[in-house]
């Protein structure tokens, strides 16, 4: 059974950082993972995403030289460095794993959010 569990979430001030990690367990499969988040009233989107077991990194266009997604694959997590922080980037962080192959996970960004592996979540408040 796939688990994966956020955590590192929090309240920052405008231009702080953050690191969230998700711990990964019961996924075999060198398909992508990412981030991915949904600020009140909005729509989920992706933030970055990368194959598991190594690969490029895609990033949304709103978040490109600020976060960096990483992943340890000895100790199964996925991480999510935040630099810089807006208030726009406040919002519920989701880790999620993919349940089928892509040529190339920047496809990932935009995934079908009723499929693959989701974790519960954490929250992110930047304030200005």
């Known amino acids: 059974q796939v688990q994966l569990v956020e955590s590192g979430g929090g309240s920052m001030q405008a231009g702080g950082s953050l690191r969230l990690s998700c711990a990964v367990s019961?996924?075999?499969?060198?398909?992508?993972m990412g981030w991915f988040r949904q600020a009140p009233g909005k729509d989920r989107e992706g933030v970055a995403t990368i194959r598991s077991g190594g690969g490029s990194p895609y990033y949304a266009d709103s978040v490109k030289g600020r976060f960096i997604i990483s992943q340890d694959n000895a100790n199964n997590a996925l991480y999510l460095q935040m630099n810089s922080l807006k208030p726009e980037d406040t919002g519920m962080y989701y880790c999620?794993?993919?349940?089928?192959?892509?040529?190339?996970?920047?496809?990932?960004?935009?995934?079908?959010?009723?499929?693959?592996?989701w974790g519960q979540g954490t929250q992110v408040t930047v304030s200005s």
């Open positions: 019961g996924y075999t499969y060198a398909y992508c």
């Open positions: 999620a794993a993919d349940s089928g192959v892509r040529p190339y996970c920047s496809s990932y960004l935009t995934p079908l959010f009723s499929e693959g592996y």
